[in-house]
């Protein structure tokens, strides 16, 4: 079976880094992506990964190895409104996106 | 208005109630999607639609029934659901190109049904 693996929940102090990490397991690849999701709101678009190596934007920065099936999200210089579930989804062969739980991260002053 | 919008924001219902959840997108996308959101489950793709035809139900219960009027619109019509039903329901919309893949999807903020 198809299968995303990411760490229920986190916490970091503000101000510091924080690496959420997603392990995955599917039919195929074609790409991953990172959302965030403040509680109670949509998810929104952080990051895509196709090609191995990291892509970075601003605070946030996304790694992908696709022959360790892994990925991590790195967030720089937390703020509390970074306080939000990580979502890790895998586009599989069929264009399919496999989603993970979440990784709910607190963030504390 | 702009983005994806949803509507009711939040929805209870009896189990004998018939109600339809809306979408809209103003992205001229040419994907539309449903999902359920539960509490610390993955999100569960329901049902997709690609240039207004239906090309995934994953095995949804028929109490869910979706209808795409053209590539805009998006409706989750409910029937006699359960208590079980109760969670988020997102619509999220992207284009996709054909035999290629598609570009992140865009969502909408939800409606959140109770099921009593």
């Known amino acids: 079976g198809q299968n995303i693996d990411q760490p229920t929940e986190m916490t970091a102090t503000e101000g510091a880094i924080v690496q959420i990490n997603c392990t995955y397991q599917?039919?195929?690849?074609?790409?991953l992506f990172w959302y965030q999701q403040h509680a109670g709101e949509a998810p929104t678009f952080l990051s895509y990964n196709v090609l191995d190596g990291l892509e970075e934007k601003g605070r946030f920065s996304s790694f992908l190895s696709r022959s360790k099936g892994y990925s991590y999200l790195l967030l720089k210089e937390l703020q509390m409104k970074d306080s939000a579930s990580y979502l890790c989804?895998?586009?599989?062969?069929?264009?399919?996106?496999?989603w993970g739980a979440g990784t709910k991260l607190i963030i504390k002053p | 208005e702009t983005g994806v919008t949803q509507t009711p924001r939040h929805l209870v219902m009896g189990m004998t109630n018939k109600k339809s959840l809306k979408c809209e997108q103003h992205l001229g996308h040419n994907a539309m999607y449903w999902y359920k959101q539960s509490a610390k489950k993955p999100l569960e793709l329901m049902f997709v639609y690609n240039f207004k035809e239906q090309t995934e139900n994953n095995s949804v219960p028929s109490r869910f029934s979706p209808e795409c009027p053209n590539s805009s619109h998006l409706f989750l019509h409910l029937h006699t659901l359960q208590p079980e039903d109760s969670a988020l329901y997102l619509c999220?919309?992207?284009?996709?190109?054909?035999?290629?893949?598609?570009?992140?999807?865009?969502f909408g903020p939800g409606t959140r049904l109770t099921v009593t």
């Open positions: 599917t039919s195929g690849f074609n790409g």
């Open positions: 999220a919309s992207s284009q996709e190109g054909e035999g290629t893949g598609g570009y992140e999807q865009y």
């Open positions: 989804a895998v586009r599989d062969s069929n264009y399919q996106l496999i």
